[in-house]
């Protein structure tokens, strides 16, 4: 099984290619650290800069018969922001089999 990581503009905008690559491929997933790196911005608390990539993920995921693995939530310590997030992911559609 494999589960390739995006973490770049440039996977997230292949992310079709790559979910396509492999029949050993189960789940895309997002690497948001090395994303905003890579897009030269940084994670917000709202995660507005993630919106777009998110989306395709999810999007991407659902259309190649993957499972769509969202970015863990980064402040451990915080029961409410993991649980907003989880129901923001959740909305995407990402967790959800295909």
Do not use: H
């Not at 777009?52 to 693995?69: E, M, N, T, Y």
């Amino acid at each position: 099984m494999l589960i390739p990581l995006l973490e770049s503009a440039k996977g997230v905008l292949n992310a079709r290619e790559i979910a396509a690559a492999s029949r050993w491929i189960i789940a895309l997933t997002f690497g948001v650290v090395n994303f905003t790196r890579d897009m030269g911005s940084s994670l917000s608390a709202d995660g507005t800069e993630l919106l777009c990539a998110q989306s395709r993920i999810a999007l991407v995921a659902r259309a190649c018969g993957v499972l769509a693995v969202d970015y863990p939530c980064i402040d451990i310590g915080d029961r409410e922001e993991l649980v907003r997030q989880a129901k923001g992911s959740r909305s995407l559609g990402f967790g959800r089999s295909c």
